[in-house]
């Protein structure tokens, strides 16, 4: 079974860091790019950062905070967020994609269930 399960949400202080882990399963992704994006209530599916599994090529919405990561041998990507603020609270979702372009949500084939990261100010 192809799937992606994220982990490592959870209640944290601003300024604090968190590091949230993306498992990959079920097929080789070493043409894909896997991607960080998040969801508030209410609001659109936002876009964090992605990766190319092969190349390790980043993509960063906010390159001073975020950090993306992959070990392939764990199958794992990974996400290092730090000095949190109370608006990066959502559900963290990983996703892959085939095309290339590491942005849209639109573009990302496979989706894992969401980890709830939530910053108290």
């Known amino acids: 079974q192809v799937q992606l399960v994220e982990s490592g949400g959870g209640l944290v202080q601003a300024g604090d860091s968190l590091r949230l882990a993306c498992a990959a399963s079920?097929?080789?992704?070493?043409?894909?790019?896997i991607g960080w994006f998040r969801q508030a209530p209410g609001q659109e599916r936002m876009f964090v950062a992605a990766?190319?599994?092969?190349?390790?090529t980043t993509w960063y919405s906010d390159s001073d905070r975020f950090r993306i990561t992959r070990d392939k041998v764990d199958n794992t990507v990974w996400l290092q967020m730090n000095n949190l603020k109370p608006e990066d609270t959502a559900v963290y979702y990983c996703?892959?994609?085939?095309?290339?372009?590491?942005?849209?949500?639109?573009?990302?084939?496979?989706w894992g269930q969401g980890t709830q990261v939530t910053v108290s100010s």
């Open positions: 079920g097929r080789s992704f070493r043409t894909y790019v």
């Open positions: 990766i190319t599994w092969s190349g390790g």
């Open positions: 996703g892959a994609q085939l095309k290339g372009v590491a942005s849209d949500p639109n573009d990302y084939d496979l």
